[in-house]
């Protein structure tokens, strides 16, 4: 937990103090990590610390909001269909989990055009499948106990039984299932960037500066390496704090 | 057997809706497909309708949008999956060849991956939270945190540029298949270790496993005979997984070192707009996709009774 508020932090103040992610300055093309330019400048004299704070921004935004979407999603679907003992549900959820986020995203990018709206569409359409399988057997076996027999003998009904006796004792799973399902978010949201169907030029997102940096990988390895330890360093924090999460 | 087939059965009517799907979503943006063709192909805006009407028939675009699709599916059922805008070559023996080499560096990776993450998991499990166990578990975080458009151009930094080993990129020699299945095999191997070394770890701790102790077996022979034999069955039920998960990586593990895949053919036809490449590729692989998830989800019900028992 602490060391998320850190990385919150380090995001705060760099958003404050920063250079331009979009300024050129051609006098400073290619240039190693220096005080002027912290993590050295890019193909275009860009400031690759400004570009990797405003990609963060960007990346991080984009696979919080999908995740929130597919997760609140999903796990209503689930639980509905759990508690209702609709079996449909998570068969077809399983067909869907089946199917390679990367390659929805390929499709997506074909028919809308690559950039942001294909990758959103390709992430909510395949991520609310584990979320809804997950709920769905986690409210199949809470449905079976006592205390929902209970509730049930008193009168309330399903909507009341969902959302005030099964969520609560759902939750801590769904929770820590959302941690975990953070970092293959992330990584399949800036991959898709690498392959140029996501988010388009001059705009700067993690996987789009590995991709750009990659030219240059011989003569300036660290434009490759400053978004790749960005997103090694947020996806395994990410997968650590789920596993703590779980294990509690 | 029976449970087999009955899944299996499942699949036709759903590939059947995702070639409806893949067939009609790019027809219904609006985008002039013989346009698009005549416009990479002459570099005109306005081509006459002479020109439009010629090709429109070359490549079965006249008619309406149902009628297209129906005379797509009936020619696929025959084996032909029609011409590649780009290339004006049949679909199927490019996605074809593709797929030979994807499911080679697939299948190589996949090998690895288990070569690699059997044993970890199984000596990991041995002592829980001794030095040994926390680097495996340490291991396998950065492992499934790190993604393969990372992973590849790093391993090339350091053994094709600086070490200078292997190349860099290309296809065609075992050298040239190293880095690929390296990189691929990360993910499957780093999940395959957590699995065994969770699944190993209850294992041990279960009264038959305390009987061969008390019987006098080695550690080694406990580990090996009965840890590790009942933890596959559970790396099986998530091969399916890997498999989606390992065609998604192929895809950027195929455009990085420039093998020609099915995913670098299909990446290739989405950026060109190639919608017979695209259509062909994506049926393919979507099918692959299910059918292993099938047949994972099937193994896992044929080796493990309590899975069976609570999926009637």
């Given amino acids: 937990m602490r060391r998320l508020l850190l990385l919150l932090l380090v995001l705060v103040f760099g958003l404050s103090y920063l250079p331009d992610p979009l300024a050129v300055d051609y006098g400073a093309i290619l240039a190693p990590p220096s005080a002027a330019h912290l993590l050295g400048t890019d193909q275009l004299g860009r400031d690759v610390a400004a570009r990797l704070i405003a990609g963060a921004r960007l990346t991080l935004g984009l696979t919080l909001a999908t995740l929130a979407v597919t997760a609140v999603s999903g796990t209503v679907l689930g639980a509905v269909a759990g508690h209702l003992g609709l079996r449909a549900v998570p068969r077809i959820a399983d067909v869907v989990a089946a199917l390679p986020t990367i390659l929805v995203g390929l499709i997506t990018a074909a028919i809308l055009g690559p950039g942001l709206p294909s990758v959103v569409v390709a992430v909510c359409a395949v991520g609310w499948s584990p979320f809804t399988r997950q709920a769905y057997h986690l409210t199949v076996r809470e449905t079976g106990r006592e205390y929902v027999e209970a509730a049930r003998s008193l009168g309330a009904g399903p909507v009341r039984v969902i959302t005030r006796h099964i969520a609560p004792n759902i939750a801590g799973p769904v929770l820590a299932h959302l941690c975990l399902r953070f970092a293959g978010t992330l990584l399949t949201v800036s991959g898709l960037s690498f392959l140029g169907l996501g988010v388009q030029p001059p705009v700067a997102e993690w996987g789009a500066m590995v991709a750009d940096g990659r030219t240059y990988l011989f003569s300036s390895p660290h434009l490759v390496l400053a978004p790749a330890v960005a997103v090694v360093l947020t996806a395994s924090l990410a997968t650590a704090l789920g596993r703590s999460a779980l294990r509690e | ?312």
Avoid: N
């Fill in chain 2, 1 to 312: 057997m029976r449970r087999l087939l009955r899944r299996l059965a499942l699949l036709p009517p759903v590939l059947l809706a995702a070639s409806v799907l893949v067939f009609a979503l790019p027809r219904l943006t609006g985008a002039d497909t013989v346009r698009t063709v005549l416009r990479t192909r002459t570099a005109s805006e306005a081509p006459d309708p002479v020109t439009q009407a010629r090709v429109a028939a070359e490549f079965g675009l006249d008619g309406s949008a149902v009628e297209q699709y129906f005379r797509w599916l009936a020619a696929a059922c025959r084996g032909d999956l029609g011409v590649s805008f780009v290339t004006r070559t049949p679909v199927g023996s490019a996605v074809g060849d593709a797929l030979t080499i994807s499911l080679l560096l697939t299948v190589l990776a996949l090998v690895l991956a288990v070569l690699l993450g059997l044993p970890a998991g199984v000596y990991a499990a041995r002592r829980p939270g001794g030095m040994l166990d926390r680097t495996v578990t340490g291991a396998g975080v950065l492992g499934v945190s790190v993604p393969e458009f990372v992973l590849a151009p790093v391993l090339v930094l350091v053994l094709a540029v600086h070490a200078g080993m292997l190349p860099a990129v290309g296809w065609g020699t075992p050298a040239h298949a190293v880095l690929p299945v390296l990189t691929l095999a990360v993910y499957p191997a780093a999940l395959t270790t957590q699995l065994i070394r969770a699944e190993t770890i209850a294992v041990l701790a279960s009264p038959h496993v305390r009987t061969a102790r008390a019987k006098g077996l080695t550690d080694g022979r406990v580990l090996w005979l009965h840890g590790a034999r009942l933890a596959t069955t559970s790396v099986l039920s998530l091969s399916g997984m890997f498999v989606a998960g390992m065609i998604g990586g192929s895809v950027v593990v195929e455009v990085v070192f420039g093998i020609p895949g099915l995913g670098r053919l299909l990446h290739e036809a989405v950026l060109a707009q190639d919608l017979p490449m695209i259509q062909a590729g994506a049926m393919t692989v979507i099918g692959i996709a299910l059918v292993a998830g099938v047949v994972a989800e099937v193994a896992q019900l044929a080796l493990d009774p309590v899975a069976r028992e609570r999926s009637r």
